[in-house]
């Protein structure tokens, strides 16, 4: 086998591996749940909108735009939403947030006044996603609850 022949041969294996994930379209209107968050100093709010009871779309706004915190965020947010609407289980997206400590970090609040340990903004993302932080499930999110 030449080399040429190997890569075909990976090329084939990339294909068969790649998922065939289709995006859900959303309809204009969805229910949602808006947290306003407080972590250290750091301010702001995390929308989870949901369908059918399961979490499609998160935005988050913090407090002065053009900074570098706040367009991370944003990235996040599209990409966390990218993969809700493509399938991938909010459990599996807020799992992969959690366990990365970086500032800001500390005790903070998630919408519930209640004051509660964050190792970032990672995983307070992560909670709003699953809906713990508010001591509820997702599906209490897509009731309102």
């Known amino acids: 086998m030449t080399d040429i022949d190997a890569v075909i041969d990976v090329s084939a294996d990339i294909e068969q591996w790649r998922p065939s994930a289709t995006r ?6 969805r229910v949602g749940r808006i947290r306003k968050f407080n972590l250290q100093s750091f301010k702001g709010y995390i929308v989870v909108n949901c369908l059918n009871g399961y979490p499609v779309e998160v935005f988050i706004h913090v407090g002065k735009e053009g900074g570098a915190l706040h367009g991370l965020l944003i990235v996040v947010a599209k990409l966390v939403s990218l993969s809700l609407k493509h399938g991938v289980p909010a459990s599996d997206v807020a799992a992969a947030l959690r366990g990365e ?7 903070g609040h998630l919408g519930d006044g209640k004051t509660r340990q964050f190792d970032s903004i990672a995983s307070l993302i992560a909670d709003a996603l699953d809906g713990s932080g508010a001591g509820g499930s997702a599906g209490d999110i897509a009731d309102g609850g």
Do not use: K
């Open 101 to 107: 400590a970086f500032e800001p970090s500390g005790f």
């Open 24 to 29: 859900v379209e959303l309809p204009r209107t």
